[in-house]
């Protein structure tokens, strides 16, 4: 059994907003997370794998790895995980990180457009949400026009 009861203060795109979850999650049972870009998905796994702090408690099979007194490292904590932005510059822009790959300012506006970043371009990869960064290393893939 996965219980978790945390909160956050966020700070996204659409300005400040509190992440408040509430799960009982039993054995066997599947899970989707779904909501807006910026609403938290991402911020709530990190949290889940130890990458992110927050208040409140978050027990699996009766042990604590959250608590008020207590974060068990994130090496302990047996979750599997993979990173949204591996491929992004964080002292690069949006728009920096995709002319690095390619020089084409067109392009690259096209393709911000077309993921609806293209009010972002001036921001800087760790002020973006986790879905933001993968559709920022989504463009840049396509920066080098594959076939």
């Known amino acids: ?29 599947f899970l989707a997370l779904t ?5 938290g998905k991402t911020t ?3 949290i889940l794998a130890g990458l992110e702090e927050a208040s409140g408690t978050i027990n699996i099979d009766n042990d604590i790895w959250l608590n008020n007194k207590f974060s068990l490292a994130p090496q302990k904590r047996d979750i599997g995980f993979v990173f ?5 510059f964080p002292n690069f822009s949006v728009l920096d990180n995709l002319l690095y790959v390619n020089k084409d300012k067109e392009l690259a506006n096209y393709l911000l457009k ?3 970043l293209e009010e972002l371009k001036n921001r800087f990869p760790q002020t973006l949400s986790g879905g933001q ?5 989504l463009c840049r893939a396509l920066m080098n026009r594959p076939k």
């Open 1 to 29: 059994m996965i219980k978790i009861d945390i909160n956050k203060k966020l700070h996204g795109a659409n300005g400040e907003m509190d992440l408040n979850i509430n799960l009982e999650i039993k054995q066997g049972e």
């Open 35 to 39: 909501g807006f870009s910026g609403s």
């Open 44 to 46: 709530l796994l990190r």
């Open 84 to 88: 949204q932005d591996y491929a992004l």
């Open 114 to 116: 077309m993921t609806e």
């Open 133 to 137: 960064k993968q559709r920022i290393s």
